[in-house]
């Protein structure tokens, strides 16, 4: 190394150290502490000027590989320094919305006021990635619905199997749900964390083709998820009570009803008496 270039070379530390000591500066002094949570603070501010520290060093580093890297008179060229590309930024936008038409007579999601129609899908969206990681794989990737804020889609393969997520306030239905056996239907129950009865079933839909579903109620509201076959390929919703009733349990997927229970995003189903 030439005279020139131990020129250059101290000339780019003391811009980096200038750079270092100018960011750091600007730092809050630590508070006065002891113990662990002194130790702790002082971990702390050192990870975040390495961090700012780090970023100014690569910035620098840059403008001094820039100089270097000029070709010189007689026309040969130092050897650059590679600088290493930005990370890729994750996608974490939820996927848009399968759009359904409503049959005749009946309202979709486009017909609620603004206010409502986010509030439901801001819901749905909060909803998918927690079902995506309950349910099992071969209910495919799950989409949320313009149609309805209870219905979901899974795609797999080339088959679409509808998922129906519903914590509806109580209104006037209190009955009771049971659990038989028979013609077809495989019943099972099961137990949140704080007791409460759940019940999941298996049942046919046409000629041995199956759904499955789970009930339960919490606080004000009857919850019910259920998983619909794909009749066109003759394909039984891929999921058993079993699963059913572990993804019933799970502190993520009891999130999601508490908050529809708090402030719900569905209106109390009306059972009108006989006659009217």
Partial sequence: MD???DLDHARGVLLVRDAMNRTT??????????????????????????????????VVAIAVAGAVA???????????????????VSQT???????????????????????????????QNRAVPVLQGLLPPAVGTLQRTDLSVRLYQGTKDGKT????????????????RTCVNGRGLV????ALPDGTEVIAATSPVDDGVTESRIFFRYNKSNV??????????????????????????????????????ADPVEQAQKILPAGE
């Fill in 161 to 176: 199997f509808t998922v129906i997520f519903s914590v509806r306030p109580t209104g006037s239905d209190t009955e009771p």
């Fill in 224 to 261: 019910s998820l259920a998983v619909s076959p794909h009749e066109a390929s003759r394909t039984s919703a891929p999921v058993t009570n079993d699963q059913l009733l572990t993804l019933a349990k799970d502190p993520a997927f009891l999130d999601l009803v508490k908050a529809a229970d």
């Fill in 93 to 123: 936008q939820p996927l848009p919305p399968v759009h359904l038409e409503p049959s005749p007579g009946q309202s979709s999601m486009a017909d609620l006021p603004p206010a409502e129609r986010a509030k439901q899908e801001q819901f």
């Fill in 187 to 190: 019943c099972k129950k099961g």
């Fill in 70 to 88: 000029l070709p010189d008179s007689g026309g040969g060229g130092a050897t650059r320094v590679g600088v290493a590309a930005a990370p890729s």
């Fill in 25 to 58: 500066a600007d730092l809050p002094a630590l508070p006065d502490l002891s113990g662990p949570a002194r130790a702790q603070g002082l971990r702390r501010r050192v990870r975040v000027r390495a961090s700012i520290g780090g970023g100014v060093l690569t």
């Fill in 3 to 5: 005279s020139n270039e």
